[in-house]
């Protein structure tokens, strides 16, 4: 029988629980050893792959909690991050999967993953869309913007949108979306530049930078002077309140995100729900995998939109497995400029 | 021409616009002077009517702040107080009312009023239901919980479903309808009699005095050990978050009180709305008038489950114009037992 290859495999590592925001250093990079490149004989049906990129997503805080009431169980302390990524199968026992493919799915922060459940993979085509976007704009943040956006918020055409974190993974699609139903947009985000990006690359009708903003609601009031219908909620906290006092009746708020309430035990309070009666307003929790039906009609739709330069997507590349802890840690901090993915190896 | 009667017309009017709970003294009961039983003549058909049970709501607060941006303008201080009533009709120029006709809709918090908008008035069938339920059971109280119950929580059989200020005009009528429906129902209130007649008079399955629980988080735990998947929000604050711990997956919340918020300017936060996240939450806010081509509906249903037995009300009656303050304020700390009526007059 012919000598499989092997290889090192550097890993990312949870150092303990945590239960604040998320450090470089509760992620270690560790020698993982040599590694076999072959799928272990007389095990069940499984798939080798080697990691080509890691999405950094603001869930996969809540993994490193020690809390397991969740809809997706936290990490063991010591063992590897897991998150979404894009792999090239290395060898497969398993009849959808050979050599070769290019597969979308969860796997490990590392060099090569074993997928032993590898029915949650998905095979991408290569073709003219930069293999990384399979983790964005056609990914779980494209569809989480496709899902909140049309399931959700139920947009009609001529509303007023606000879109917080505008300029993130899911944000920028939301607001292109909403710009192609006919609907006027305005974004917040962090720093100038990215206020910049809204308004130019994006489309958005306007944009603000919230840190300069020493009011919200008067700062919502002026950009929205006759109220918002649809809110995107990406950030919860002060932003959140000021958005309440500033819908129109019968508003409606997608909320998917609250990052910016992620890393807090004491998280922020939210006074301003008694306008929930006074406008109506609909407040909606969701989570993309429970819409995974309509899956396929937005990776067609969404594809078209953007061969047709209809939408663009921005996304912020780190090289190097031994950058993904920053990478993940400058989430909280809205270091990102777009979608935040760590380049593990590029073939 | 034929001498009109006269009476004397006393009233309860607003001191001065309030940012704070209601206080007894910020309602004066004055004297309106003499008031002749008869439209004035030349003027658009208006209707005279004698008023004979006042309805005590929650909401009546809002119009009582200098705040204009609600869905029902603020009073006048000076001016009465208005609410909803059921009157009898003394005289009327409009042609769909005449003298001795029962009739509900907003009336004046005095004698008698003058409706200069008679086609917001509903005609009030007289026969085995007690006239006062008109305000409560099968009034804006009773439909506020049949479209709560139905139209936005969207119930199922067997479903966990909790009911703050269980005891109250809506919350009594939301918990039977849940029992009806083939619901697990528990429901929490602010004394031992209001948990005793939860349990012994409306049927709920459990039911508990949240001022004797350190712990609402816990207390839920106890009563929902499986969670809870609808939950009728009438208090806000701290009884709103640890419900939000004590969700189910796509759980359901309706929002239509919050009373213990109405009086504060600075209300309490809520802080685990990120549950409306994990837990795909859809938290609603809802106005019965937005529904009112479901009243006649509602209005058969109901009475016809009261005349069947399967439904009771209990409402508390302060006797005389002069208590009206008081049982309004009374509101606020819970000093009612089942609805808040006033009795201006018995005919």
């Given at each position: ?12 590592v ?8 998320p450090?470089e ?24 792959v ?12 809540g ?50 993953s ?5 029915e ?9 869309i ?156 969701f ?26 997507y ?34």
């Open positions: 029988m012919e000598q499989a290859a092997v290889a090192r495999n550097r890993k990312v949870l150092r303990e629980y945590i239960s604040r925001a450090r250093d509760d992620m270690v990079l560790v020698d993982g050893g040599t590694v076999v490149l072959r799928v272990p004989e007389g095990a069940a049906p499984a798939v080798l080697k990691n080509l990129y890691l999405s950094c997503d603001p869930y996969i805080r993994r490193m909690r020690d809390f397991h009431g969740s809809y997706i169980p936290p990490f063991t302390p010591g063992s590897v991050i897991e998150g979404l990524g894009l792999a090239r199968v290395v060898d497969s026992t398993h009849p959808g999967f050979s050599a070769g493919d290019i597969v979308s799915g969860m796997t490990g922060w590392e060099e090569y074993l997928i032993d459940k590898p949650q993979l998905n095979k991408v085509q290569q073709n003219d930069p293999l990384s976007y399979h983790l964005g704009l056609l990914g779980m943040p494209g569809f989480t913007a496709y899902v909140g956006f049309y399931e959700v918020c139920s947009p009609n055409k001529g509303e007023f949108v606000f879109v917080s974190a505008a300029s993130g993974a899911v944000g920028q699609i939301v607001g292109q979306l909403a710009k192609l139903h006919g609907c006027y947009v305005v974004g917040s985000a962090g720093t100038n530049q990215k206020v910049e990006l809204l308004k130019n690359k994006f489309g958005f009708d306007e944009a603000f930078n919230y840190k300069e903003e020493p009011d919200l609601t008067a700062a919502l009031k002026r950009y929205f002077p006759e109220g918002i219908d649809i809110y995107f909620e990406n950030v919860g906290g002060a932003m959140l309140d000021a958005v309440l006092l500033n819908m129109r009746a019968h508003g409606r708020i997608a909320v998917c995100g609250m990052v910016s309430q992620h890393g807090m035990t004491d998280p922020v309070g939210i006074h301003n729900l008694f306008y929930l009666v006074t406008k109506r307003i609909r407040m909606q929790g989570i993309q995998s429970d819409y995974l039906p309509m899956f396929p009609q937005f990776l067609s739709d969404v594809t078209k939109h953007y061969r047709d330069g209809r939408i663009v921005v996304e912020d590349v780190s090289i190097g497995l031994e950058n993904a802890p920053a990478a993940f840690v400058g989430l909280f901090s809205g270091k990102n400029v777009g979608k935040q993915v760590v380049c593990v190896s590029q073939e």
